[in-house]
């Protein structure tokens, strides 16, 4: 388990491994630019706003078009996973999308029966998209500009998890070579997101 400290007011959690079947280990993954944040106007209008939890993500690259699950810490201090390994969840206790801070969201890589519904993450690339879908019908559309692999005990706590600065999208799943002998990857994979600047504030838009 990653314990990570993401703010006073919540208690340490983590992310254990997603995947529950074995998988290859794929070549390290480490493509785009990490995020820059240096605070702008826009990163400060965004945050005026308390925007509404997300109801549905959309990746059109990779043909995901599904509901979205709440995940909350566990008493063990862990974030939970999703229940079934087609299933999709996001921290809801976390920053929600368009506000401060980077909204989680967290899926499977695989399991005992087959393929995950974050079975291709990896494959995504910096330029592509994600939409999510809030309980009001407004969506807001994201841009990934990175992906970072990393070894459990290397995970960047503070930096995924993030609780203040400008809003981004954090997307979790498991990554790298399965151990057999402790029944889980290796590894987790994030994929690093900002808002769209497509002419529209933040990439929001109302949904008919």
Not at 3 to 15: E, H, K, M, P, T
Not at 70 to 75: A, E, G, K
Not at 152 to 161: G, H, L, R
Request: aromatic share 4%; proline share 11%.
């Amino acid at each position: 388990m990653i314990a990570v400290a993401v703010g006073a007011a919540l208690a340490c959690i983590g992310i254990s491994a997603l995947g529950t079947g074995p998988g290859p280990a794929p070549e390290r993954i480490d493509r785009g630019s990490l995020p820059v944040h240096p605070g702008s106007d826009r990163a400060a209008a965004s945050a005026s706003r308390t925007p509404t939890a997300p109801v549905r993500i959309r990746i059109p690259a990779i043909g995901i078009d599904q509901p979205l699950i709440s995940l909350r810490v566990q008493q063990d201090g862990r974030l939970a996973v999703p229940d079934e390994p087609e299933n999709i969840g996001w921290w809801s206790d976390g920053p929600r999308p368009g506000g401060p801070g980077a909204t989680v969201v967290v899926g499977h890589v695989d399991s005992a029966t087959g393929p995950g519904a974050f079975h291709g993450l990896s494959t995504l690339d910096p330029g592509d998209n994600v939409t999510l879908v809030r309980d009001d019908r407004s969506t807001i559309t994201f841009t990934i500009r990175a992906l970072r692999q990393y070894e459990k005990d290397a995970f960047p706590d503070s930096q995924v998890y993030a609780t203040s600065g400008p809003p981004a999208l954090h997307l979790i799943t498991c990554s790298g070579a399965y151990d057999r002998s402790l029944g889980e990857y290796r590894d987790n994979l994030v994929v690093y997101a900002t808002p769209s600047n497509d002419g529209s504030p933040d990439g929001v838009h109302p949904q008919p």
